[in-house]
């Protein structure tokens, strides 16, 4: 017996298995190439070297970030994990194959995150542009980030069929073509966009009417713009786009939106009603003549572009034709159409309209009332066809009874004026002609009444009396009427003393005391050292008028200065005549002294110092200031010839009619001036009025520049109001002027 000894060779009938299939690994995006991320362990259990020994290969998916180690299934980074392209999770198809005969084979995946975020992105800033006045939720713009992250693709290699009966169905594959044919990553895939999204947010710290959609982007209006309410010229703020990763990161923008202006505003008054006053002209016509207002004209429009809120104006109205408005300015006159035509007696007062339009498209407008007053002038002569035709006498006359008294009124005269106020229509009434001393007109009522003289020879029986009417205006109109007095004959024994008329004396005002301002004489019928006639003031009026009479010349002699712009314009007073004869006889005289007003008040400005600031870009021949002189004591009117000096030339202009301060073409720089302001009346040069006028003019650094803010400045580009000149005078007067600059 012997022994049989039956060798079983082994036959590769067992493939490897994986012993950690599927592995889902997270690895740092920082993680250092080389370093290894996992082993791949598996397990054959064929008996044989030959059957059991097992290799490695990585397939795809790695985009060739990752290599496989061949024999002992280490798995390693190869360099930068960044590196496009870049991916948050890496699926990787790693096979296992036998050495055996037919090679056997395995296949698994392993699953690499990496915790990749990459920051979104703005690709500019974002500037919009909205007309104010647009409605809430108006849609302003859209503003989008970009963010890597939400474009990335995951490749997914499909596995290759199971191939558990590969050496009994399909040939054997060599494994370098099995690698060949696999290891390109492209292959065939499924995309997939990661879940990422962004989120929207606005930030700073300035409250902006604006509210932005966080997953669009889109900007919309929370409120109503209004341009004229922005002081910058646009909103200026950052918006946030931040991505919704576990650790999120955040892209900023800068979002400028500028509010364009519209014209929106309607211009406005400073006041609702201007009054002003001009003088009648229909008797001597006032060219031009300014109409005198209580407040300058101004409308005021908010809009914020110069095309909006420049202003125009015109007037509007049936009783507006009589005037002209100037459409830059304002300034109101009298228009040509009614020069010559202003009439106190038909027409009291115009009202009208004023309007302001802007030159916006729309041509928004308002108005305001003007109410022009007109001052009455002497154009008007007292008249007495009134009085005669009502008398229903030709000629007038009256009788005088014989047992008439002295003192006694006989009649009355009357007059009237067509002048609307006083005093151009106060009257006051005189005897022009010779009375023989035997009658008087009362200066106000023009009463005729009997003096003592009425009983005294040389007697008529008719007397013929001359009385005038003068109004007390300036100048002085009159006119005159005759009425007869028919008297019953008496016989008188001897003779008084007879004035050879009453007299109203026109005096200028400050005569000064010891001036005679005129001389009264009588005459008497008798004859003989009788006839020697003495003057006095009538006991009634000593130490009430401000006269005296010379007794023997009749020469009236002021006793005291006479100012009427204080005092009495008028007086009125008798004047008694007697003779030397035995007994006495005497007569009195009425006299009438008038003081005539004189130019004699110097003018005076609402003001000594006029202040007022200005901008370097306002138009030219806007108006800064608008000094005024009068003179509230003379009624002579005074037209006044404004100048200013003592300062610099050709920044500003002044009307010499109106006293306008204007500023010129020329440009005008950052600083202080000051000007000497002069009102002189063209009537009496030696009457003057000064005031100060000082002008700020503001700083405008959008003009200079960098080197506005900075304080520099160049010949070409000076800021001084004064040129500061050349060469070495320029550095020593700019670095005082700059002082000026910054300090205003």
């Not at 509007?316 to 109101?332: A, C, M, P, W």
């Not at 004035?499 to 008798?526: N, R, Y």
């Given at each position: 017996?012997?022994?049989?000894?039956?060798?079983?060779?082994?036959?590769?009938?067992?493939?490897?298995l994986?012993?950690?299939?599927?592995?889902?690994?997270?690895?740092?995006?920082?993680?250092?190439?080389?370093?290894?991320?996992?082993?791949?362990?598996?397990?054959?259990?064929?008996?044989?070297?030959?059957?059991?020994?097992?290799?490695?290969?990585?397939?795809?998916?790695?985009?060739?970030?990752?290599?496989?180690?061949?024999?002992?299934?280490?798995l390693?980074?190869?360099?930068?994990?960044n590196?496009p392209?870049?991916?948050?999770?890496?699926?990787l198809?790693?096979?296992?194959?036998?050495?055996?005969?037919?090679?056997?084979?395995?296949?698994?995946?392993?699953?690499?995150?990496?915790?990749?975020?990459?920051?979104?992105?703005?690709k500019?800033?974002?500037?919009?542009s909205?007309?104010?006045?647009?409605?809430?939720?108006?849609?302003?713009?859209?503003?989008?980030?970009?963010?890597?992250?939400?474009?990335?693709?995951?490749?997914?290699?499909?596995?290759?069929?199971?191939?558990?009966?590969?050496?009994?169905?399909?040939?054997?594959?060599?494994?370098?073509?099995?690698?060949?044919e696999?290891?390109?990553?492209?292959?065939?895939?499924?995309?997939?966009?990661?879940?990422?999204?962004?989120?929207?947010?606005?930030?700073?710290?300035?409250?902006?009417?604006?509210?932005?959609?966080?997953?669009t982007?889109?900007?919309?209006?929370?409120?109503v713009?209004?341009?004229?309410a922005?002081?910058?010229?646009?909103?200026?703020?950052?918006?946030?786009?931040t991505?919704?990763?576990?650790n999120?990161?955040?892209?900023?923008?800068?979002?400028?939106?500028?509010?364009?202006?519209?014209?929106?505003?309607?211009?406005?008054?400073?006041?609702?009603?201007?009054?002003?006053?001009?003088?009648?002209?229909?008797?001597?016509?006032?060219?031009?003549?300014?109409?005198?207002?209580?407040?300058?004209?101004?409308?005021?429009?908010?809009?914020?572009?110069?095309?909006?809120?420049?202003?125009?104006?015109?007037?509007?109205?049936?009783?507006?034709?009589?005037?002209?408005?100037?459409?830059?300015?304002?300034q109101?006159?009298?228009?040509?159409?009614?020069?010559?035509?202003?009439?106190?007696?038909?027409?009291?007062?115009?009202?009208?309209?004023?309007?302001?339009?802007?030159?916006?498209?729309?041509?928004?407008?308002?108005s305001?009332?003007?109410?022009?007053?007109?001052?009455?002038?002497?154009?008007?002569s007292?008249?007495?066809?009134?009085?005669?035709?009502?008398?229903?006498?030709?000629?007038?006359?009256?009788?005088?009874?014989?047992?008439?008294?002295?003192?006694?009124?006989?009649?009355?005269?009357?007059?009237?004026?067509?002048?609307?106020?006083?005093?151009?229509n106060?009257?006051?009434?005189?005897?022009?002609?010779?009375?023989?001393?035997?009658?008087?007109?009362?200066?106000?009522?023009?009463?005729?009444?009997?003096l003592?003289?009425?009983?005294?020879?040389?007697?008529?029986?008719?007397?013929?009396l001359?009385?005038?009417?003068?109004?007390?205006?300036?100048?002085?109109?009159?006119?005159?009427?005759?009425?007869?007095?028919?008297?019953?004959?008496?016989?008188?024994?001897?003779?008084?003393?007879?004035?050879?008329?009453?007299?109203?004396?026109?005096?200028?005002?400050?005569?000064?005391?010891?001036?005679?301002?005129?001389?009264?004489?009588?005459?008497?019928?008798?004859?003989?050292?009788?006839?020697?006639i003495?003057?006095?003031?009538?006991?009634n009026?000593?130490?009430?008028?401000?006269?005296?009479?010379?007794?023997?010349?009749?020469?009236?002699?002021?006793?005291?200065?006479?100012?009427?712009?204080f005092?009495?314009?008028?007086?009125?007073f008798?004047?008694?005549?007697?003779?030397?004869?035995?007994?006495?006889?005497?007569?009195?005289?009425?006299?009438?002294?008038?003081?005539?007003?004189?130019?004699?008040?110097?003018?005076?400005?609402?003001k000594?110092?006029?202040?007022?600031?200005v901008?370097?870009?306002?138009?030219?021949?806007?108006?800064?200031?608008?000094p005024?002189?009068?003179?509230?004591?003379d009624?002579?009117?005074?037209v006044?010839?404004?100048?200013?000096?003592?300062?610099p030339?050709?920044?500003?202009r002044?009307?010499?009619?109106?006293?306008?301060?204007?500023?010129?073409?020329?440009?005008?720089?950052?600083?202080?001036?000051?000007?000497?302001?002069?009102?002189?009346?063209?009537?009496?040069?030696?009457?003057?009025?000064?005031?100060?006028?000082t002008?700020?003019?503001?700083?405008?650094?959008?003009?200079?520049?960098?080197?506005g803010?900075?304080?520099?400045?160049?010949k070409?580009?000076?800021?001084?109001?004064?040129?500061?000149?050349?060469?070495?005078?320029?550095?020593?007067?700019?670095?005082?002027?700059?002082?000026?600059?910054?300090?205003?």
């Amino acid at each position: 017996m012997s022994d049989l000894i039956i060798q079983v060779n082994d036959k590769n009938d067992n493939r490897p298995l994986f012993l950690n299939p599927n592995l889902d690994i997270t690895i740092a995006k920082d993680t250092k190439a080389g370093s290894t991320i996992a082993t791949m362990v598996t397990d054959d259990k064929d008996i044989t070297r030959q059957n059991n020994q097992v290799l490695y290969v990585l397939v795809g998916g790695g985009y060739g970030k990752f290599s496989l180690n061949f024999d002992t299934g280490k798995l390693k980074l190869n360099g930068n994990v960044n590196r496009p392209p870049s991916r948050s999770v890496y699926i990787l198809d790693i096979y296992a194959f036998d050495n055996g005969e037919p090679r056997n084979f395995a296949q698994t995946t392993v699953k690499i995150r990496v915790p990749f975020n990459n920051p979104p992105i703005f690709k500019s800033n974002a500037t919009f542009s909205v007309h104010e006045n647009q409605p809430i939720n108006t849609h302003i713009g859209t503003i989008q980030a970009y963010d890597e992250d939400m474009q990335t693709i995951s490749n997914v290699v499909k596995p290759i069929p199971d191939n558990k009966d590969s050496s009994k169905d399909k040939p054997f594959t060599p494994l370098k073509n099995l690698i060949k044919e696999n290891i390109d990553d492209g292959g065939d895939v499924e995309t997939k966009i990661s879940k990422l999204k962004l989120t929207y947010s606005m930030g700073g710290t300035i409250d902006v009417p604006f509210i932005i959609d966080a997953i669009t982007g889109q900007i919309r209006t929370t409120r109503v713009l209004d341009r004229e309410a922005i002081d910058a010229s646009a909103y200026v703020f950052p918006v946030y786009a931040t991505d919704s990763a576990p650790n999120p990161e955040t892209a900023t923008a800068t979002v400028t939106i500028q509010v364009n202006d519209i014209n929106d505003n309607v211009p406005k008054f400073t006041h609702k009603i201007y009054r002003g006053r001009i003088l009648e002209d229909n008797d001597s016509p006032l060219p031009g003549q300014l109409v005198k207002l209580d407040y300058v004209i101004f409308a005021n429009d908010k809009d914020f572009e110069e095309r909006n809120r420049n202003v125009r104006y015109f007037l509007r109205g049936k009783e507006s034709r009589y005037f002209h408005i100037d459409k830059v300015t304002g300034q109101l006159i009298v228009g040509k159409t009614g020069v010559g035509r202003i009439d106190r007696e038909v027409m009291e007062v115009f009202k009208f309209k004023i309007v302001a339009k802007d030159e916006g498209g729309t041509k928004y407008e308002t108005s305001a009332d003007i109410i022009v007053h007109v001052d009455d002038v002497n154009d008007n002569s007292p008249d007495f066809s009134v009085w005669a035709k009502e008398l229903g006498k030709a000629p007038a006359f009256f009788e005088v009874k014989e047992e008439i008294t002295a003192g006694e009124t006989i009649g009355t005269v009357l007059a009237s004026d067509k002048d609307a106020t006083s005093p151009n229509n106060e009257l006051i009434y005189l005897l022009e002609s010779d009375s023989e001393g035997k009658f008087m007109v009362d200066m106000k009522t023009g009463q005729i009444k009997t003096l003592s003289g009425i009983y005294y020879k040389p007697t008529r029986e008719r007397y013929k009396l001359r009385i005038s009417a003068h109004d007390k205006g300036s100048p002085t109109r009159s006119s005159e009427t005759e009425v007869e007095v028919r008297m019953q004959q008496r016989n008188f024994n001897d003779h008084a003393p007879v004035f050879s008329k009453s007299m109203v004396l026109f005096a200028p005002e400050e005569q000064v005391k010891g001036s005679v301002i005129g001389t009264v004489s009588a005459t008497d019928a008798d004859g003989g050292k009788e006839s020697v006639i003495s003057y006095s003031l009538h006991p009634n009026y000593i130490g009430k008028v401000p006269f005296e009479v010379n007794k023997k010349t009749g020469e009236i002699i002021v006793t005291q200065r006479l100012d009427r712009d204080f005092n009495d314009r008028q007086y009125q007073f008798e004047v008694v005549a007697s003779d030397s004869g035995n007994p006495v006889l005497n007569t009195t005289t009425q006299i009438g002294v008038v003081l005539l007003d004189q130019n004699d008040t110097p003018p005076k400005f609402t003001k000594m110092d006029y202040r007022h600031t200005v901008h370097p870009r306002f138009p030219a021949w806007t108006i800064v200031a608008t000094p005024f002189a009068y003179d509230d004591t003379d009624e002579i009117e005074s037209v006044y010839e404004y100048s200013m000096s003592n300062g610099p030339e050709g920044y500003f202009r002044i009307d010499s009619n109106t006293g306008n301060v204007m500023i010129t073409e020329r440009r005008l720089a950052p600083g202080v001036v000051t000007y000497r302001l002069t009102a002189t009346d063209i009537y009496n040069k030696s009457l003057k009025a000064n005031s100060i006028l000082t002008i700020t003019t503001m700083a405008d650094y959008s003009r200079y520049g960098s080197s506005g803010s900075s304080g520099r400045s160049s010949k070409g580009n000076c800021c001084c109001v004064i040129p500061c000149g050349s060469k070495g005078q320029y550095r020593r007067r700019h670095a005082y002027h700059r002082y000026l600059y910054y300090r205003y």
